[in-house]
């Protein structure tokens, strides 16, 4: 199985580069926010994960490898977009007024819960992409 840091690695640049860039659109573009985007933003990071997980593994990846695999991006997911505003909201007023205004704290399960299937599912098309379902 490959390195679960360098997987986590790779999901933190791809998920921190596409919000900057959403975030962008949304101020600059005029591109309404939304929270399916926001699924789809924390969720299109996995399909790359998904498909260097298989071309880095040295063995076929059994189901508890792709449940490892997933529970570190849902855990990299929760600490950038719930768990970690919501500590720095406690903190610092600007941060709290930010996660007040984005309805975080009520969307928050609504976001997890899409998330996580979404999450799956961009997995299994990265390990397609890279030919994960052969057999050799």
Avoid: H
Wanted: net charge positive; aromatic share 8%.
């Amino acid at each position: 199985m490959p390195p679960l840091s360098l997987l986590a690695l790779r999901y933190v640049a791809w998920f921190v580069g596409l919000t900057v860039l959403y975030g962008l659109l949304v101020n600059f573009a005029g591109l309404p926010p939304s929270l399916a985007t926001s699924v789809i933003l924390a969720s299109a990071p996995a399909a790359d994960v998904g498909m260097q997980a298989t071309r880095r593994a040295t063995r076929a990846l059994a189901m508890q490898d792709w449940a490892k695999i997933w529970g570190v991006c849902m855990v990299v997911f929760l600490l950038l977009t719930v768990i970690g505003p919501m500590l720095l909201s406690n903190v610092l007023p600007t941060v709290r007024e930010g996660v007040g205004g984005s309805r975080l704290p009520p969307n928050a399960p609504i976001l997890v819960a899409a998330t996580a299937p979404m999450m799956a599912l961009f997995l299994w098309i990265g390990r397609r992409s890279a030919g994960g379902a052969r057999t050799s």
